[in-house]
């Protein structure tokens, strides 16, 4: 089962604009993962970020975590169609529980040219 | 460096029959993971194993085994399959088994069920 949602689902903006995906979590966590993923292809690690950060930045992405809300969001700025893919966010891969990572939805961005 | 290999690339099988998946991890990783991706269900994890033992299992049916030999590279054995099977699966390397840093996918096998 997926550990939460993802919002929105499906993302649709033109080149140049930001982007803002919101990813809901329900169990405490020790780090938050976000990942790409292009047209069914492999997933790419994008950022990393723990529960004791509240923000964390990796060139145009930005990434924040509220552990009260149990939310995480990533924010693309100034985005290009190369950026056109679905992005997950992923909790788990901890030493105790091992790489058991467990995913999101995933909200599907599309970039206008 | 190479990155995470998957072969094949996609399949197609009838229903019944049973599959057999490869992934060969970075070099030096030791810890192997895979994942079934399904329109439907979503990114679910399947099992994980790291120096040729299973660590972890996720919720899927016996049908669905693995294996680690001693060079990491991992293999998973889907038997009597079902059209519910059809799905991409991917699998991911890391260094250390559950240290908390990101995964290393492979581009995944596309299998397909008639």
């Known amino acids: 089962s997926q550990q939460g949602e993802e919002d929105p689902q499906a993302l649709s903006i033109q080149e140049g604009e930001n982007a803002t995906m919101n990813c809901s979590y329900k169990t405490s966590i020790n780090n938050l993962q976000w990942y790409r993923q292009n047209s069914g292809r492999g997933l790419v690690h994008l950022i990393l970020i723990r529960s004791n950060e509240r923000e964390k930045h990796s060139g145009r992405l930005r990434v924040t975590l509220d552990t009260s809300k149990k939310s995480s969001s990533l924010l693309i700025t100034a985005s290009r169609a190369a950026d056109t893919a679905s992005y997950f966010c992923?909790?788990?891969?901890?030493?105790?529980?091992?790489?058991?990572?467990?995913f999101g939805e995933g909200t599907q961005l599309t970039v206008n040219p | 460096k190479a990155g995470v290999t998957q072969t094949p690339r996609y399949l197609i099988k009838t229903r019944g029959q049973q599959v057999t998946l490869s992934c060969s991890p970075i070099?030096?990783?030791?810890?192997v993971s895979w994942y079934q991706q399904t329109p439907g269900q979503g990114l679910q994890f399947l099992f994980e194993y790291f120096s040729e033992t299973q660590r972890n299992k996720g919720n899927f049916p016996g049908r669905f085994s693995g294996r680690q030999f001693s060079n990491s590279r991992s293999e998973m054995n889907v038997s009597t399959l079902e059209l519910g099977d059809s799905a991409l699966y991917l699998c991911?390397?890391?260094?250390?088994?559950?240290?908390?840093?990101?995964?290393?996918f492979g581009s995944g096998t596309r299998l397909t069920v008639v």
């Open positions: 992923a909790t788990g891969g901890e030493e105790t529980s091992g790489s058991r990572l467990t």
């Open positions: 991911a390397s890391s260094f250390v088994a559950g240290l908390s840093y990101g995964y290393t």
């Open positions: 070099s030096g990783h030791r810890s």
